[in-house]
Nanobody, 114 residues
Framework: QVQLVESGGGLVQAGGSLRLSCVVS????????MNWFRQAPGKEREFVAS????????SYADSVKGRFTISRDNAKNTLYLQMNSLKPDDTAVYYC???????WGQGTLVTVSS
């Protein structure tokens, strides 16, 4: 019934940019704050960014602060992550997530080459 579909990943060189999208099915999207998480090879999933229900308030992991921007369009049931100045350490599968729920999509792979 409820699905999360991430897209927009790909292969880029260090210093490049990507914009990730997450489309959320059903009526629940505007009722939840939303998160982006990522999981790098051989590591645990880690928090990247979050945004309030209204989109007014945002927060970021220190590792991405100043480079990534989270946003949402509630009318389109879509969450975004604009990623600039990408580094090889950003290489990971990126997942969107309703805050407080163990609900995950398939993720989208971001690979940053040196």
């Amino acid at each position: 019934q409820v699905q999360l579909v991430e897209s927009g990943g790909g292969l880029v060189q260090a210093g490049g940019s990507l914009r990730l999208s997450c489309v959320v099915s059903g009526r629940l999207f505007s009722n939840y704050a939303m998160n982006w998480f990522r999981q790098a090879p051989g590591k645990e999933r880690e928090f990247v960014a979050s945004i309030a229900r209204s989109g007014v308030s945002t927060s970021y992991a220190d590792s991405v602060k100043g480079r990534f921007t989270i946003s949402r369009d509630n009318a389109k049931n879509t969450l975004y992550l604009q990623m600039n100045s990408l580094k090889p350490d950003d290489t990971a599968v990126y997942y969107c997530n309703p805050h407080g729920l163990e609900l995950w999509g398939q993720g989208t792979l971001v690979t940053v080459s040196s």
